[in-house]
C-alpha cells in the first residue's frame, strides 16, 4: 500500500506561482464567459417604435400630429402676449410712480400758495393718459389670452377621439412589446445556460476523474469561473425571491456534506488520516492507540507525555539492541513492534513499511 497523503509539493514559491497563475487562469476563463454573455446579451430585440409604426392608424397619427403643431403654436402666441403684459405692466407701475410724485410736488406747492406749474401740470396730464392707455393695452391682452385658450380647448376637444383611439392602440403596442421582450429575455437566458451547462459538466467530469492529477489547478480555475457565471446568470434571470431559494438549498447541501464528513470520520476514520495519527504518536514514543509512553530501549525508564516529548533529554545509548524485541502496549494491549515476516527483524506493527526491509504491510487498526 503506497501512502498518497505524502505527495511531493514542491518548493514554496513555485507553490505561490502556481497558485498564483491558476488565479490568472480563473479571471482569464471568466473574462471570456463574460465576453460570450456580451454577445448573447447584445442580439437584437424587439423595438417599440417599429411595433407601433405596425400598430397605429397611419391617419390618426398625422391628425395627432397637426394637432399638436397647431397647439405648439398657439403656446408660442400665448408665451408672446404673457411677455408683452410683463413689459406692459412696468411701464404701467413706472408712469403710475411718475404720477405720484407729480401730485405729490403738486400738494407742497399749493399749500405753500405758490401757482402751479405749466409744465408739470403737462407731464401730469401726460402720465395719466399713458397709465390709462397702458391699463387698456393690459385688459386688450387678457382677452388676447382667454381667446388663445379657447383656440386651444377647441383643438384638443376636436382631437379628443384622435387622442382616445391613439391612446389604445399604444396600450396594445406596448403590451406586445411585453411580451416579446419577455420571450427575448428566455431566449437569452437559455442561450447563455446552453453554454454554460455543458462546459460545467465536463468541467465536473474532469473534477471526478482527475482532480488528483497535474491538471486540477486548471480544473479548479475554469470551473470556480464557470460557476461564479452561472450564479450571475441565474441571478440576473430568476427574480429574486426564488433566487434565494436556490442559493440557500446550495449553502445547505454543502453544510450537510460537511457534515456528513465530519461523521463519516468519527465513525470510521480514514485510514490515511489514521495512518498520520499513527505516524505522529510514533514519533512522540507514545502508544498510537492510549497515548500510554513506549518504554523500550533507552527510554525504558524515562518519564514523558506527548506534550513533553520535545524537552525529553534522551539518555546516553547504552550499546545493547536491548529496545529490537517485539513490543506490546502495556496500558491496552495493542501490538506496537513485531517481528517482520520477510526478513525476521522487529517493524512497527502500526506503519505501512519494515524500516530493516521495506517490506509493506496493510496496517490492521487495532479495535
Ligand atoms: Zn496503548
Ligand atoms: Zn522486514
Request: glycine share 4%; proline share 5%; hydrophobic share 40%.
Amino acid at each position: 500500500m503506497k501512502n498518497t497523503a505524502q505527495k511531493p509539493r514542491g518548493p514554496l514559491t513555485h507553490r505561490i506561482l502556481i497558485g498564483f497563475f491558476t488565479i490568472i487562469l480563473s479571471l482569464l476563463a471568466y473574462w471570456l464567459l463574460e465576453f460570450v454573455m456580451n454577445d448573447i446579451d447584445s442580439l437584437p430585440g424587439p423595438q417599440l417604435q417599429e411595433l407601433e409604426a405596425g400598430i397605429l392608424d397611419k391617419s390618426l397619427l398625422e391628425r395627432e400630429r397637426s394637432a399638436n403643431q397647431e397647439l405648439a403654436q398657439i403656446e408660442q402666441r400665448r408665451q408672446d402676449v404673457v411677455a408683452r403684459q410683463a413689459s406692459l405692466e412696468a411701464s404701467t407701475n413706472s408712469s403710475r410712480e411718475t404720477m405720484n410724485q407729480l401730485l405729490e410736488i403738486q400738494r407742497l406747492e399749493l399749500q405753500k400758495g405758490a401757482a402751479t406749474n405749466e409744465g408739470e401740470a403737462k407731464a401730469l396730464t401726460d402720465s395719466k393718459r399713458l397709465f390709462l392707455s397702458n391699463q387698456a393695452k393690459y385688459q386688450d391682452l387678457n382677452d388676447e389670452l382667454e381667446n388663445l385658450r379657447e383656440q386651444a380647448r377647441a383643438i384638443q376637444d376636436k382631437n379628443s377621439g384622435v387622442r382616445v383611439q391613439l391612446e389604445d392602440q399604444r396600450a396594445a403596442a406596448n403590451r406586445q412589446y411585453v411580451g416579446l421582450r419577455k420571450q427575448h429575455e428566455r431566449k437569452k437566458a437559455s442561450l447563455k445556460l446552453l453554454v454554460l451547462i455543458p462546459l460545467l459538466l465536463i468541467a465536473f467530469y474532469f473534477f471526478r476523474v482527475k482532480r488528483g492529477s497535474l491538471l486540477a489547478p486548471i480544473i479548479y480555475a475554469t470551473g470556480a469561473a464557470l460557476l461564479l457565471k452561472l450564479f450571475e446568470v441565474l441571478h440576473e434571470y430568476f427574480p429574486s425571491r426564488y433566487f434565494k431559494y436556490i442559493l440557500i438549498a446550495i449553502a445547505m447541501a454543502l453544510v450537510v456534506q460537511v457534515l456528513l464528513y465530519l461523521l463519516r470520520m468519527v465513525v470510521s476514520p480514514k485510514k490515511e488520516f489514521l495512518l498520520k495519527q499513527f505516524r505522529e504518536a510514533y514519533e512522540k514514543f507514545v502508544c498510537p492507540v492510549c497515548e500510554y509512553p513506549i518504554r523500550r530501549g533507552p527510554l525504558r525508564y524515562a518519564f514523558w507525555t506527548k506534550r513533553t516529548i520535545r524537552k525529553l533529554i534522551l539518555p546516553e545509548p547504552s550499546g545493547q539492541a536491548t529496545h529490537d524485541d517485539p513490543y506490546t502496549c502495556p496500558a491496552c494491549g495493542a501490538m506496537l513492534y513485531e517481528k517482520c515476516p520477510v526478513c525476521g527483524g522487529v517493524r512497527h506493527s502500526l506503519l505501512g513499511y519494515c524500516e530493516k526491509c521495506g517490506a509493506s504491510k496493510e496496517v490492521v487498526v487495532p479495535a
